[in-house]
């Protein structure tokens, strides 16, 4: 079976004022349909740089990304831009709701963008509330919203247009134990439904969720561990549990 997403010997370099810095270094990756992977690793060790390159939002110096045995990362901006509203859904850390739209609206957005009709949008985002508990909070603007809610907001609007998979950046990073846990709950939930994931974590509770946990030093992927049996927004003992750092 042909992987949802794969990254090949990808690269990117970054200039600095003593010497350039290779944030990702020959990184490769798969992430097969229906799978949720999370990928740990120390801070700068190039994470949010390699969703950056997965998702288009910067361009990798070398190597090659591939969505549904396709390759995309020499495609122009504006692909990329079609790609991202139909095939990738992004989940950022800060949330990145539109302030001055309602919880419905920044669901519908997405949607609207790629040419869903209003009444489309409007009942694909209302279907997407309920399903991840917050359709009563629909009409309220996000600084109305807690910040489980806002998470939760932002997964309904990555899933709206049906992606083919789910980039998240330390997802519950700003968030509570609380809310934390309301986050995790809607990942495994996606999981049964067949949703492919690529969640990257500090968190050993988020990474536990996922069928592989992957881990990242200096810009590489150095490990990979498949996580069998059942696994709960109760997480795990320790990052050594998942053989993290």
Not at 45 to 57: D, E, F, I, R, W
Not at 96 to 117: F, I, K, M, S, Y
Not at 160 to 183: K, Q, W, Y
Not at 193 to 202: R, W
Request: one cysteine or more.
């Amino acid at each position: 079976m042909t992987p949802v997403l794969e990254a090949r010997g990808l690269c990117k370099t970054y200039a600095a004022d003593d010497a350039p810095v290779r944030a990702v270094d020959g990184l490769d990756l798969t992430v097969e349909a229906g799978e949720a992977v999370s990928v740990m690793g120390p801070s700068g060790c190039g994470k949010s740089t390699m969703l950056h390159l997965l998702g288009g939002l910067e361009r990798p110096d070398g190597g090659e990304i591939l969505l549904d045995g396709t390759r995309v990362d020499r495609r122009s901006e504006a692909a990329w831009a079609v790609l991202r509203r139909r095939s990738i859904g992004f989940v950022f850390q800060a949330f990145n709701l539109v302030d001055e739209l309602t919880a419905a609206e920044n669901v519908e957005l997405p949607a609207r963008l790629a040419g869903a009709t209003p009444r489309r949008a409007r009942a694909r985002a209302a279907e997407l509330l309920e399903r991840l508990g917050v359709a009563a909070r629909s009409g309220h603007l996000p600084d109305r919203l807690s910040g489980g809610e806002r998470q939760r907001v932002a997964v309904a609007r990555a899933l709206v247009n049906e992606p083919r998979v789910i980039l998240a950046d330390e997802p519950t990073g700003n968030l509570d134990s609380r809310a934390t846990g309301e986050i995790l709950r809607v990942f495994d939930d996606l999981r049964g439904m067949g949703q492919s994931l690529l969640v990257v974590t500090h968190d050993a509770r988020v990474a536990s969720t996922a069928d592989v946990l992957l881990t990242m030093r200096d810009g590489a992927i150095t490990g990979q561990t498949r996580l069998d049996g059942p696994r709960t927004a109760g997480g795990v003992a320790s990052l050594a549990d998942l053989g993290g750092t």
